[in-house]
Nanobody, 127 residues
Framework: QVHLLEFGGGVVQAGDSLRLSCTISGFTFRSVGMGWFRQAPGKEREFVSAINWNGDSANVADSVKGRFTISRDNAKNLVYLQMNSLKFEDTAVYYC????????????????????WGQGTQVTVSS
């Protein structure tokens, strides 16, 4: 059974930084591409960032470009989302997602390309 667990969320002030982490069990970590999405109250789930299976390819949404960085450590079975210069509008539940099989070689910003999801971690940025 596949489980994804996100951690590292919290309440911060605008301008602060947070690092989210996500681990996966039930899968060989290097066999999956990973993504981060977020969902604010009353809004649709939004792509944030994605990284391929070995970390040599990644992308981020325009809304977070220059502030957020995705990375992964396959030895530790962890994917990270470093979030700097947080803004009020970054407030959301952040989800990590896994994309196994051939999808691990490619980056996707489409939530339905991901097969497995975590429960989410809340990030609240106060202005």
């Amino acid at each position: 059974q596949v489980h994804l667990l996100e951690f590292g969320g919290g309440v911060v002030q605008a301008g602060d930084s947070l690092r989210l982490s996500c681990t996966i069990s039930g899968f060989t970590f290097r066999s999956v591409g990973m993504g981060w999405f977020r969902q604010a109250p009353g809004k649709e789930r939004e792509f944030v960032s994605a990284i391929n299976w070995n970390g040599d390819s990644a992308n981020v949404a325009d809304s977070v470009k220059g502030r957020f960085t995705i990375s992964r450590d396959n030895a530790k079975n962890l994917v990270y989302l470093q979030m700097n210069s947080l803004k009020f509008e970054d407030t959301a539940v952040y989800y990590c997602a896994a994309r196994p099989g051939a999808g691990r070689f490619q980056l996707s910003d489409q939530w339905n390309d991901y097969d497995y999801w975590g429960q989410g971690t809340q990030v609240t940025v106060s202005s």
